[in-house]
């Protein structure tokens, strides 16, 4: 089943922080006021879901969110019928209660869903905006009031987890990276509360093993397991310990790469 959360309109000092990259915002508010799917991409912990969570507050909109992954249907997504009480009863999934009751349904690593769950969503990211129910015979018509965001990984795609270019070609897009290296450190040590002197090797040491991705690692570091580290710094442990456990460890199971990785470290890390 699709793991979800809900959130009821927040504003004020509830709003969560982000610093903008470019004009993000300003894009997701036109294409949130012209009824426009948005699709985000870009590399894992760049602040792609914390981006959603922020626009949602700032617009005081419900926000649910749906965490894909490869047992995801669009049964799931839809709604299906459920026994209760000896019953046959019809109980709506996250993005069918989106359509009904309006705000933001956001479907975090859309590519990891199954391929059914796109020719679901085919219909809501048209001028039609409808959600047909097959199984009811029902058809949603999207209020104005509802809006509809994917997001996904490039570096993740192969032939056969990749977005189609008739399903991109239905979303307004917005890509992500990395923020530069002063607003970074900026970043996590508002969000760690560790001064910015000792978290700025630590951003040093996420460059240099980003510009490893592809080669030795799958996937550089985040900017969320930065923020672990100093959490984990902020606490008393020790460095080299720290960066081990949320920099290394979380990156390769492999002896060799986390030797290597571990020797970097070492390197820019006191």
Same mark, same amino acid.
């Given at each position: ?28 508010? *036109?294409?949130?006021? =012209?009824? &426009? +799917? $948005?699709?985000?991409? @870009?590399? !894992? ?5 914390? %981006? ?72 809501? *990211?048209?001028?039609? =905006?409808? &959600? +047909? $129910?097959?199984?009811? @015979?029902? !058809? ?5 009031? %509802? ?76 900017? =969320?397991? &930065? ?44």
């Amino acid at each position: 089943m699709a793991v979800l959360t809900t959130g009821m309109p927040r504003t004020g000092p509830a709003i969560p922080a982000y610093v903008p990259q470019g004009n993000e915002c300003r894009l997701f508010e *036109t294409a949130w006021t =012209r009824r &426009l +799917p $948005l699709l985000l991409k @870009g590399p !894992t912990g760049c602040g792609k879901t914390r %981006f959603v969570s922020h626009m949602a507050a700032r617009l005081g909109l419900p926000l649910v969110t749906v965490s894909c992954h490869d047992d995801l249907t669009a049964a799931d997504l839809t709604g299906r019928f459920l026994l209760k009480g000896g019953d046959t009863v019809w109980v709506d999934g996250p993005l069918a209660q989106s359509v009904r009751n309006g705000g933001i349904c956001y479907l975090d690593e859309i590519v990891e869903a199954r391929k059914d769950v796109a020719v679901v969503l085919h219909p809501l *990211t048209d001028d039609r =905006r409808i &959600l +047909p $129910l097959e199984r009811t @015979g029902e !058809t949603l018509e999207a209020p104005s009031t %509802f809006m509809l965001v994917a997001s996904y990984n490039p570096g993740y795609q192969n032939i056969l987890k990749a977005l189609k270019p008739s399903t991109k070609q239905r979303f307004v897009m917005i890509e992500f990276d990395f923020l530069p290296r002063g607003q970074e450190i900026a970043i996590v040590a508002a969000e760690s509360g560790l001064d910015e002197a000792r978290v700025a090797p630590l951003v040093d040491l996420a460059r240099k093993l980003r510009a490893l991705k592809g080669q030795d690692i799958e996937e550089g570091v985040s900017t =969320r397991l &930065l923020v672990y580290c100093a959490c984990l710094m902020g606490s008393g442990m020790p460095a080299r310990e720290a960066v081990l456990a949320a920099l290394i460890e979380p990156l390769t199971d492999e002896p060799d790469v986390k030797a290597a990785l571990t020797e970097i470290a070492s390197a820019v890390i006191a």
